[in-house]
């Protein structure tokens, strides 16, 4: 078992432009932590988790590193000094070790960068929580996106083989290119100019990759006009100064059959129906706050996966595109606000937005720090909150023999955005979790409990005539 590291003969890994956007996105009040949550059903000590890890964590070579920046490009570095023990800790809550505690807890750690100079992760094993345990994850977002890092989580479980499927990308189902496009071409060219030169070879002797490159080359461009003209999202509690400390919540999951059913009702989407709920939520919380909320529209950024439909491995890194998605949070009515909900996503369906965003994520971070610095603080002007939706196994999963009842994640913010909501299915039910810089959102619990209000309102809708509304 590897507990400790060994000397590595093999060159350094250069990070990808991407991966090195948001290594250099990190921040005080923001750091770049990815945070899960496994909630189990019966206590689990952490010598197995330990073990699990060494033997399925570590056997991704990235794990092992270090990213630094070099002289001419970033890249993961082999940490002499590894030992596993430094990573995999043990943790406890106070009485009464309930899940406000546990919340608690975990806005703590999510509020706290990882030790640099060592690999950026962690797991903090609480092996008594309740009548079961607990683990917390943190990795830093250099090392994969959210959905890479839950595939490699459930690879934790018995099978390996449950894994998170794609994410929802109802809200921009924007093709998947499996090829080299544009958008990955343009910031490669910039931090090594003969990849460019290979290009142009290549389409000089393939006309029609060289007619279907300038096709998208056009989209892209289309869509670089429309994003450019998006004004800053309206002023709000949301776009306060950030504190640093973070606190997170959750509710009870919801019936994913009857979100399905609320849906197929009223001739929507499952996304349709949790970002309504969502929207409607965040205004009732906003407006009970002292924010005037009467025809008030905010945006959310949605991560797209990118990878190949066929792409079922825990492959690492960044590998996904934004969308910006419009909440009607003035909109009262429930149904009203729906059918609003709807169109706007369906007017994100083709868009090339997702990459788009990915093509400049990649160039940011192929620019100087401070050039990037400025980047982000213009992007993240546009949109309020994150909101990340991610569908989990249909399947119960088991750890070491113990059942999985619960799973959660939080995906890191940037810029001046503090507030994050993510959504995660899992044995037919759907989490909602929220993760909120205390400046902007004082009490998460209250927004959860909003919307799960707002669904159960939603459902009373439907079963008195909603039908006759659709």
């Keep these: 078992m590897r ?23 990190e921040r005080a009040t923001n750091p770049m932590v990815i945070v899960a949550l496994i909630v189990l059903g ?81 797991f903090h094993v609480l092996e008594q929580y309740g009548r079961g345990s607990a683990i917390i994850a943190r990795i830093h977002h250099c090392y994969a996106d959210g959905i890479a890092l839950v595939r490699i989580l459930l690879s934790l479980a018995e099978d390996p083989a ?8 109802e809200p921009c189902p924007t093709p998947v290119r499996p090829r080299m496009s544009w958008a990955d071409r343009v910031p490669e060219a910039l931090q090594d100019p003969r990849r460019l ?44 100064p950030l504190s640093g400390i973070r606190r997170v919540a959750w509710g009870a999951p919801l019936l994913l059959e009857e979100v399905k059913t609320i849906g197929a009702v009223l001739g929507c989407t499952v996304n349709d129906v949790l970002i309504s709920t969502l929207a409607g939520a965040l205004g009732q919380h906003l407006a ?50 729906l059918y609003q909900v709807r169109s706007a996503m369906r007017a994100l369906k083709g868009s090339e937005q997702a990459m788009l965003t990915y093509g400049l994520l990649a160039t940011v971070g192929s620019l100087p720090r401070p050039l990037e610095d400025l980047a982000m603080i213009e992007f993240s002007a546009k949109a309020s909150l994150v ?38 299915s899992y044995q037919g ?29 939603l459902v009373l809708l439907v079963l008195l005539g909603g039908a006759a509304l659709r």
Excluded: Y
């Excluded at 070099?70 to 890249?75: L, N, P, S, T, V």
């Excluded at 029609?208 to 989209?219: L, N, P, Q, Y």
């Design 3 to 25: 507990w400790e590291s060994e000397p590595s003969t093999r060159p350094p890994e250069r990070l990808s432009s991407v991966d090195r956007a948001f290594l250099n996105m």
């Design 42 to 122: 019966a206590p689990l000590k952490r010598a197995p988790v330990r073990e699990r890890l060494a033997a399925r964590l570590l056997a991704h070579r990235r794990f092992g590193c270090v990213p630094r920046e070099g002289i001419a490009h970033a890249q993961w570095e082999p940490f002499e000094g590894f030992n596993i023990d430094d990573h995999v800790l043990p943790a406890a809550l106070p009485a009464p070790g309930d899940q406000h505690a546990l919340e608690r807890l975990v806005g703590e750690l999510a509020s706290e960068p990882l030790p640099p100079g060592r690999p950026l992760w962690s």
């Design 162 to 169: 449950p894994r998170a499927r794609r994410s929802h990308r």
């Design 197 to 240: 030169l290979e290009a142009g070879l290549h389409w000089a002797l393939h006309p029609r990759a060289a007619a279907a490159a300038a096709h998208e080359a056009a989209g892209l461009l289309e869509e670089l006009g429309r994003l450019s003209l998006l004004p800053d999202d309206p002023l709000s509690r949301l776009k306060r």
């Design 288 to 337: 009970a706050q002292g924010d005037a909320i009467h025809g008030v529209t905010l945006r959310a950024t949605v991560p797209v996966d990118l990878r190949p439909a066929q792409d079922t491995a825990a492959s690492l890194g960044n590998r996904f595109g934004l969308v910006f998605v419009e909440l009607p949070i003035g909109v009262r009515h429930p149904l009203e606000r």
């Design 387 to 424: 909101a990340s939706n991610l569908r989990g196994p249909e399947t119960p999963l088991h750890i070491a023999g113990v059942p999985v009842r619960q799973l959660l994640f939080w995906v890191p913010q940037s810029g001046s955005i503090g507030t994050g909501i993510s959504i995660l």
């Design 429 to 457: 039910h759907v989490q909602f979790g929220v993760i909120a810089d205390r400046a902007l959102i004082a009490e998460p619990s209250d927004l959860i409990a909003r919307i799960h209000n707002g669904f159960e309102q």
